[in-house]
């Protein structure tokens, strides 16, 4: 099992950056797949992102990123990252971390989730 743990969100104005930041604790020798999701209030969580273990493999969802968000990991600190820029008023979201193990990239199914940290963007 492996325990997931978000941070770098906060308040931004419509234009600027962000960088997430998800370290992973427990069973971190498992090659896991990770993820960023997010959610507003009333809709369903939505699918960013995803990286593979080795970190040359990612997936995005172009009408979510636009090639804005770049996803990356550092497996020797057990953290992944979500580099964010451009960032508009519709990003505002709950932005969770996710992991799992053995599904393609383009999965939205996952195992393990983080708390999720708050992302605001000011307009």
């Known amino acids: 099992q492996v325990q997931l743990v978000e941070s770098g969100g906060g308040l931004v104005q419509a234009g600027g950056s962000l960088r997430l930041s998800c370290a992973a604790s427990g069973r971190t020798s498992s090659r896991y797949v990770m993820g960023w999701f997010r959610q507003t209030p009333g809709k369903e969580r939505e699918f960013v992102s995803s990286i593979s273990w080795s970190g040359t493999g990612t997936y995005y969802i172009d009408s979510v990123v636009k090639g804005r968000f770049t996803i990356s990991r550092d497996n020797a600190k057990n953290t992944v990252y979500l580099q964010m820029n451009s960032l508009k008023p519709e990003d505002t979201a709950v932005y969770y971390c996710?992991?799992?193990?053995?599904?393609?990239?383009?999965?939205?199914?996952?195992?393990?989730w983080g708390q999720g940290t708050q992302v605001t963007v000011s307009s």
């Open positions: 996710a992991a799992q193990i053995g599904r393609p990239l383009i999965s939205d199914v996952y195992d393990y």
